[in-house]
Each structure stands twice: as structure tokens, then as C-alpha cells.
């Protein structure tokens, strides 16, 4: 009689680390992690770093935090006086490359233009990357007038430009993304940021969280945002979303316009809705 052949014992399930795209333990590049973490070390506040500031930042070693600079600066991506080090052209590849060569970019830049025509404003688009909404595309500088002749556009608000990186708890297109979250991803990413709390901009910025999370109720209801002043002073911010085919929010769309007595922010929503709705095939 044949005897029993024993089961075969099962592979352990691996382990799937967590982010936009979770992937096997085993399959994680640790260097190339901390690499990147260092070159996200750098922003606005903190435009210069040394080793010590960069590994706080980075959340590693001081030695491999050096490492990781030095490799950075012989590659080209940073520079250095030998003591501080600060970001490179050369980081815009990155960037440019993703403008040049992603579908939502391009497919947005018509649309963006022909509003700036009409309603002679700034329009932008944005979309959310953690704590902050990126700017990825944007009208341009000018307009035609009835006259035919050139009339530039202020840009109202400071920092859009293309790449840029606001707050989103203080801007329309930020507010319209985190309302897109299901509820408690939602949740879950406000009660993170009110361990820290939510930074004001303004005297006019939202900081309380319960009255900041039933305002992005609101705007789950209403389906568009206004923020006035919440960003920058005299400054209206009015923002609708864009959706693909399936329904699913990919971006939000918002104008900027001065903030002056007797405006009427919400005149230009329905030009933003019909926008919304005519990119909906193409994104």
C-alpha cells in the first residue's frame, strides 16, 4: 500500500508594504527609498540642508544621509558649498518629463486656454499628492483683447506656476480632492494632520478641524469649492472637479480672481462646471 503523500507546505503570503502602488517587502529598493527621501527632503522651508537636517528630515542615519547627498551631487541632482547642499536643474527632468509626456497635462492645456480667452482670469489645474495639491497645468500669461492687442494677465495668486505645491486644507482645488476621499480615508488623513495641526496662511485660514471637516462636507454636497482669502489675502480661489468616464475624481480645475468689493466669485462657476463637463471623455 502506497503511503500518503505529506501536504505541501504553503508559502507564507507576503508581506505588502503600504503607498500609492503596495508592493512585496522583498521587492523594495531600501537605497532608492532613502535616496528619494532625501531629494523630498528639500522645499520651500528648508532650501538648503546639511547631513544632520537631512537625515531628520529623511528619517535616517546621519552617515547614510551623507552618503545619500554626496551620491545626489555627483549624479548632478544637488549642489553643495561642501557643507550644504541644495537642489540642481537637473531635478526638472523629472518634472518636465512628466509634463511633456503625461495624458492629463496635455489633455487639460486647450481647455485652460480657451477660459483664459473667455473670462480673462487665471484657471488652473491641480491634482492632490499627500498634504498638498501640485499645479500640472495652467492658462497662459496672456490674452487677446477685442482690440487684438496682448493684455497680460496678473497672476493673481502667488506660487501658480506650473509644478507648484500649495497646502491643500487652504485651497479650493485641494478642498474638492480631499472631499473626492472616501469618508474614512478622509478621516484617517485628518486625523493625522490634526495631530500637527492645520497651518493658518491667513487670518481668514481654517484651522479648527471639526468646522474644517463639516466645510468639506459642504463641498461633497455642493460639488464645488470657494475659498476666499484662505490662501492669500485678496484673493478668491472657486474650484469644481474633474472627473473621467468611470466618475472618479483625477484632478480639480479652479480659477483665481481678485478679491474686491461688490465681485461676485460664483458669477464664473458655470463656465467651470461646463468645462468639467466637457473634459469628462478625455480624461
Known amino acids: 500500500m502506497l503511503a500518503s503523500t505529506p501536504p505541501r507546505a504553503s508559502r507564507p503570503a507576503p508581506e505588502l508594504l503600504p503607498g500609492a502602488f503596495p508592493i512585496a517587502k522583498a521587492d523594495l529598493i531600501e537605497g532608492m527609498a532613502k535616496g528619494m527621501a532625501v ?47 541644495w537642489l540642481a ?40 499628492d499627500g498634504d498638498e495639491v501640485v499645479i500640472i497645468g495652467r492658462s497662459g500669461l496672456e490674452w487677446k483683447s477685442p482690440e487684438s492687442q496682448a493684455v497680460p494677465v496678473r497672476v493673481l495668486a502667488y506660487g501658480l506656476h506650473l509644478g507648484a505645491r500649495l497646502p491643500a486644507h487652504a485651497t479650493s482645488t485641494g478642498r474638492v480632492l480631499l472631499a473626492a476621499k472616501a469618508k474614512g480615508e478622509f478621516n484617517s488623513w485628518l486625523k493625522i494632520k490634526a495631530a500637527s495641526g492645520l497651518a493658518r496662511l491667513t487670518l481668514h485660514t481654517t484651522t479648527d478641524v471639526p468646522r474644517f471637516k463639516a466645510l468639506i462636507e459642504k463641498v461633497r454636497t455642493d460639488d464645488y469649492c470657494l475659498a476666499s482669502q484662505e490662501h492669500e489675502i485678496g484673493v478668491h480661489a472657486l474650484a469644481v472637479p474633474l472627473r473621467d468616464m ?38
Open 39 to 85: 531629494l523630498e527632503a528639500f522645499d520651500t522651508q528648508r532650501q538648503r540642508l546639511n547631513a544632520t537636517l537631512a537625515a531628520e528630515r529623511a528619517g535616517i542615519t546621519r552617515a547614510a544621509a551623507r552618503r545619500h547627498l554626496l551620491t545626489l551631487t555627483h549624479l548632478g541632482y544637488l549642489e553643495t558649498d561642501g557643507r550644504y547642499f
Open 89 to 128: 536643474a537637473k531635478v526638472l527632468r523629472f518634472s518636465g518629463s512628466y509634463l511633456a509626456s503625461a495624458r492629463l497635462p496635455r489633455a487639460v492645456q486647450p481647455s485652460l486656454n480657451r477660459l483664459a480667452a473667455q473670462a480673462q482670469a487665471a484657471f488652473s489645474v491641480a491634482v492632490l
Open 246 to 283: 468611470q466618475g472618479q475624481t483625477v484632478a480639480a480645475l479652479n480659477v483665481v480672481s481678485s478679491f474686491q468689493a461688490g465681485s461676485k466669485p460664483l458669477a464664473l462657476l458655470p463656465l467651470l462646471l461646463d468645462a468639467a463637463r466637457e473634459l469628462r471623455p478625455l480624461l
